[in-house]
């Protein structure tokens, strides 16, 4: 099988491109309302900005009901028009265009990068296979149902409220607006993954370390990402790279609060809400980071008023900013006390993680091995140790020193500390596999910038040192090229980059994902909701419900981790659509092998979905449901 770059036309790769491009201009003109006539002349960080000032009102709109087609498309083509505005009002700067305008024979080093960059961008644009769970039955339904339905929220069975808040799918609705479907992995893979090295090659230009620079911009793009759905991954890093960042403003600004430090405080604020808002998970990043970054910066020789605002004022502000995607929230608590989930206690022992798997050379489950990513920590644990030396043998830190030297003990450390918690704590509700999965987007963002701000304290009389963490990196780079090489070949013959991928590259699956995208489930999906009347509120437990009309209908989508939510309430609506059969559907047999082996959060979610299949076979049996249609995939009930 082709990859799409060889199955798409020019003229579609060309309309991806340009709109991915339009889209980046228009978050940096969003962008460019606050960090206008600031210190911070990074391209990369206004576009982020500026896409946390759309999240924020994106949020209102899905708490209305009005983020539809129509709104999405305005703040799309509004944040043109201000883009346009600005450039006919005043002259832009930026360090990466002066780096640009005034090309120097160093700077070709970050060609290596550039194509490794352009590389993986165009094998993502695309993918012919998605993850035929994940994908298909849970994240899929969410921008597709807020443009169309106006809101991505109301299904007290869905994913949204525990897993996301929806922010990733609000970023993913603009493109599939004006591009459909088939461009809903673009804002990940590619448009994140291109702002976030962007953010790197900018800061490298702002320390002026540019082949050591260009060596960790390698190790980024590098990284084998443990790709397994559309979810928050790229995105992730991106805000926390943002993040870090603009609170290394606040390390060097002025010691007196003023214009410039009230913009970075917002922007920080900003980047801090929208973190949990794109995956749950994320929340441990802002809370870690900005706790060990208030220990760094009582220390920092400044007024206690500045100190004060922004150890309270950064908290608050991310609250404000984060409370819109909330709102939601209150009314699925208020079901919390009319759940029909049973209680549910799975005792499980604690499983300590071995010692010696972290170093094992076994593959992983999603790719790459153990030892790649403990070397990373083992690495960055180094230079901790590095930096906490230097300090004790030269006890004269000039105040710029001084900053640096906590700034990068902050980023190190909060690299460390994040990683040990999920590893370490998370070992009992997860399998260690997943456990690094889920630790990519924190790995992705501190590493980088803990790298370059390690090596630039390095004086250049201990070239040892240098020469150490330069080897260390080029190891650590050279470790990642066969899976990076490996992944644009499974691009190119299975159609997608899919993490499992035994599974992705099978006929099977090529198959399955083939009738998805480019077959007949779509229709097939839409004849079952003709058996049901216009108006009517409908549950959907099915493979593709992205394929559901929800002007139609009030549509609660249902996914099986839904019934792990604590405020399920089961049925919840007079109409149930229920695929049981099929090649994307779980067996029963598959689902009570989970709940007796898997890990916690599976055994839990597995038990409860083997409840809800109780319940629905006893509506059938006890006559308190009516079949409107049944065969060997699908039944289709009236709840009496």
């Given at each position: 099988?082709?990859?799409?770059?060889?199955?798409?036309?020019?003229?579609?790769?060309?309309k991806?491109?340009?709109?991915?491009?339009?889209?980046?201009v228009s978050m940096?003109?969003w962008?460019?309302?606050?960090l206008?006539?600031?210190?911070?002349?990074y391209?990369?960080l206004?576009i982020?900005?500026?896409?946390?000032?759309?999240?924020f009102i994106?949020?209102?709109?899905?708490?209305?009901?009005?983020a539809?087609?129509?709104?999405i498309d305005?703040?799309?083509?509004?944040?043109l028009?201000?883009?346009?505005?600005?450039?006919f009002?005043?002259?832009?700067?930026?360090?990466?265009?002066?780096?640009?305008?005034?090309?120097?024979?160093?700077?070709?080093?970050?060609l290596v990068?550039?194509?490794?960059?352009?590389?993986?961008?165009?094998?993502?644009i695309?993918?012919?296979?998605?993850?035929?769970?994940?994908?298909?039955?849970k994240y899929?339904v969410?921008?597709?149902k807020?443009?169309?339905a106006?809101?991505?929220?109301?299904?007290?069975?869905?994913?949204?409220?525990?897993q996301?808040?929806?922010?990733?799918?609000f970023?993913?609705?603009f493109?599939?607006?004006?591009?459909?479907?088939?461009s809903?992995?673009?804002f990940d893979s590619?448009?994140c993954l291109i702002?976030?090295?962007?953010i790197?090659?900018?800061?490298c230009?702002?320390?002026?370390?540019?082949?050591?620079?260009?060596?960790?911009?390698?190790?980024?793009?590098?990284i084998?990402?443990?790709?397994?759905?559309?979810?928050?991954?790229?995105?992730?890093?991106?805000f926390m790279?943002?993040?870090?960042?603009?609170?290394?403003k606040?390390?060097?600004q002025?010691?007196?609060l003023?214009?410039?430090?009230?913009?970075t405080?917002?922007?920080l604020?900003?980047?801090?809400?929208t973190?949990?808002?794109l995956?749950?998970?994320?929340?441990?990043?802002?809370v870690?980071?900005f706790?060990l970054?208030?220990?760094?910066?009582?220390?920092?020789?400044?007024s206690s008023?500045y100190?004060?605002?922004?150890?309270?004022g950064?908290?608050?502000l991310?609250?404000?900013?984060?409370?819109?995607w909330?709102?939601?929230l209150i009314?699925?608590?208020?079901?919390?006390?009319?759940?029909?989930?049973q209680?549910?206690n799975?005792?499980?022992?604690?499983?300590?993680p071995?010692f010696?798997?972290f170093?094992?050379t076994n593959?992983?489950f999603?790719?790459g091995i153990?030892?790649?990513?403990?070397?990373i920590?083992?690495?960055?644990?180094?230079?901790?140790l590095?930096?906490l030396?230097?300090l004790?043998?030269?006890?004269?830190?000039?105040?710029?020193?001084?900053?640096?030297?906590?700034?990068?003990l902050?980023?190190?450390?909060?690299?460390?500390?994040?990683?040990?918690i999920?590893?370490?704590?998370?070992?009992?509700i997860?399998?260690?596999?997943?456990l690094?999965r889920?630790?990519?987007?924190?790995?992705l963002?501190?590493?980088?910038i803990?790298?370059?701000?390690?090596y630039?304290l390095?004086?250049?009389?201990?070239?040892y040192?240098?020469l150490?963490?330069?080897?260390?990196?080029?190891?650590?780079?050279?470790s990642?090229?066969?899976?990076?090489?490996?992944q644009?070949?499974?691009?190119?013959?299975?159609?997608?980059?899919?993490s499992?991928?035994?599974?992705?590259?099978?006929?099977?699956?090529i198959?399955?994902?083939?009738?998805?995208?480019h077959?007949k489930?779509k229709l097939?999906?839409?004849?079952?909701?003709?058996?049901?009347?216009?108006?009517e509120?409908?549950?959907?437990?099915?493979?593709?419900?992205?394929f559901l009309d929800?002007?139609?209908?009030?549509?609660?989508?249902?996914?099986?981790?839904g019934?792990?939510?604590p405020?399920t309430?089961?049925p919840s609506?007079?109409?149930?659509?229920?695929?049981?059969n099929?090649?994307?559907t779980?067996?029963?047999?598959?689902?009570?092998n989970s709940a007796?082996?898997?890990?916690?959060?599976?055994?839990?979610?597995?038990i409860?979905?083997?409840?809800?299949?109780k319940?629905?076979n006893?509506?059938?049996?006890?006559d308190?449901?009516?079949?409107?249609?049944?065969?060997?995939s699908?039944?289709i009930?009236?709840?009496?």
């Amino acid at each position: 099988m082709d990859h799409l770059i060889f199955n798409l036309n020019h003229l579609e790769l060309i309309k991806y491109i340009l709109f991915t491009f339009l889209f980046g201009v228009s978050m940096h003109a969003w962008g460019n309302l606050i960090l206008s006539n600031s210190d911070i002349k990074y391209i990369s960080l206004n576009i982020v900005i500026g896409m946390a000032i759309t999240l924020f009102i994106g949020g209102i709109l899905n708490f209305l009901n009005l983020a539809y087609k129509i709104a999405i498309d305005f703040i799309f083509i509004f944040g043109l028009f201000l883009f346009c505005v600005s450039k006919f009002r005043k002259k832009y700067y930026s360090k990466l265009l002066s780096v640009l305008y005034n090309f120097k024979k160093i700077d070709l080093i970050f060609l290596v990068p550039l194509i490794l960059l352009i590389i993986k961008s165009i094998t993502s644009i695309s993918p012919e296979s998605y993850n035929f769970h994940d994908d298909y039955q849970k994240y899929f339904v969410h921008p597709v149902k807020m443009l169309e339905a106006g809101s991505l929220f109301g299904s007290k069975l869905g994913a949204i409220g525990l897993q996301t808040l929806g922010g990733q799918a609000f970023f993913q609705s603009f493109f599939i607006s004006w591009l459909g479907i088939k461009s809903i992995n673009i804002f990940d893979s590619v448009f994140c993954l291109i702002i976030s090295s962007i953010i790197i090659f900018e800061y490298c230009i702002e320390k002026k370390i540019f082949f050591f620079g260009a060596l960790v911009l390698c190790l980024f793009i590098l990284i084998h990402p443990q790709y397994v759905n559309i979810s928050s991954l790229y995105s992730a890093s991106l805000f926390m790279l943002s993040s870090i960042i603009l609170s290394l403003k606040l390390f060097n600004q002025s010691q007196k609060l003023n214009n410039f430090n009230l913009k970075t405080i917002l922007a920080l604020s900003l980047c801090f809400a929208t973190l949990p808002v794109l995956k749950s998970t994320n929340g441990i990043f802002p809370v870690i980071y900005f706790f060990l970054f208030s220990i760094f910066f009582i220390f920092i020789n400044i007024s206690s008023k500045y100190k004060i605002f922004v150890i309270i004022g950064i908290p608050i502000l991310s609250i404000i900013f984060f409370i819109p995607w909330t709102f939601f929230l209150i009314n699925f608590y208020t079901d919390v006390p009319f759940t029909t989930n049973q209680p549910l206690n799975v005792n499980l022992p604690w499983i300590k993680p071995v010692f010696s798997s972290f170093f094992s050379t076994n593959s992983l489950f999603y790719g790459g091995i153990f030892l790649h990513y403990s070397s990373i920590f083992i690495i960055t644990l180094f230079f901790v140790l590095i930096i906490l030396f230097n300090l004790l043998k030269n006890k004269e830190f000039n105040k710029i020193n001084k900053r640096v030297f906590f700034a990068s003990l902050l980023i190190n450390f909060t690299a460390l500390i994040i990683v040990t918690i999920i590893i370490f704590f998370g070992s009992k509700i997860q399998h260690f596999s997943t456990l690094i999965r889920y630790s990519i987007p924190f790995i992705l963002s501190t590493i980088p910038i803990g790298l370059i701000l390690t090596y630039a304290l390095i004086k250049n009389k201990k070239r040892y040192y240098k020469l150490a963490i330069f080897t260390a990196v080029i190891c650590l780079c050279v470790s990642f090229v066969p899976k990076y090489i490996d992944q644009i070949n499974q691009s190119y013959k299975c159609g997608s980059k899919l993490s499992f991928k035994i599974m992705a590259c099978s006929n099977k699956y090529i198959s399955y994902n083939k009738n998805v995208l480019h077959g007949k489930r779509k229709l097939l999906t839409q004849n079952w909701q003709e058996y049901l009347p216009k108006g009517e509120t409908i549950m959907a437990w099915i493979n593709t419900p992205f394929f559901l009309d929800f002007k139609r209908n009030d549509i609660k989508e249902i996914v099986i981790g839904g019934f792990n939510n604590p405020w399920t309430v089961f049925p919840s609506a007079k109409f149930l659509i229920y695929e049981h059969n099929g090649y994307a559907t779980r067996s029963l047999e598959k689902i009570v092998n989970s709940a007796n082996n898997d890990y916690l959060i599976d055994r839990k979610i597995s038990i409860r979905t083997i409840q809800h299949i109780k319940k629905i076979n006893q509506l059938i049996k006890t006559d308190k449901a009516k079949v409107i249609k049944k065969d060997n995939s699908i039944i289709i009930l009236e709840i009496k």
